[in-house]
């Protein structure tokens, strides 16, 4: 949550991007926590390739899947959602784990 907050995790499915290149890409064991405001990805499951102007490449196992932008300090993903109104995806970084309880 970026401070001492916690929220409980609700469920575990999976996500589809589509991305405004026209490119699908299914998310597998997904989170759902409802008390997150954003929609978050994680930077291990697209890569990212920064390039002038604050703009970005995204890709998955070396193809081509879409871009991003810089908002609100962070990355904004180019996606269509026509049928979901307000979908926002979000990129995110993190070196911890979740599920280490230690």
């Known amino acids: ?17 589509y ?15 409802p008390g997150i405001r954003k929609n978050l990805v994680s930077e291990i499951v697209l890569n990212i390739v920064v390039t002038n102007n604050d703009k970005y490449i995204f890709s998955r196992h070396g193809s081509f899947m879409g871009f991003g932008y810089v908002c609100n300090g962070m990355i904004r993903l180019n996606i269509n959602y026509p049928f979901i109104d307000n979908f926002v995806c979000m990129a995110s970084t993190s070196t911890s784990n979740i599920f280490n309880k230690s």
């Open 1 to 17: 949550m970026g401070n001492v907050a916690t929220e409980p995790i609700k469920g575990l499915g999976y996500v589809l991007l």
């Open 19 to 33: 991305f405004t290149s026209e490119k699908l890409l299914c998310l597998n064991h997904v989170l759902h926590v």
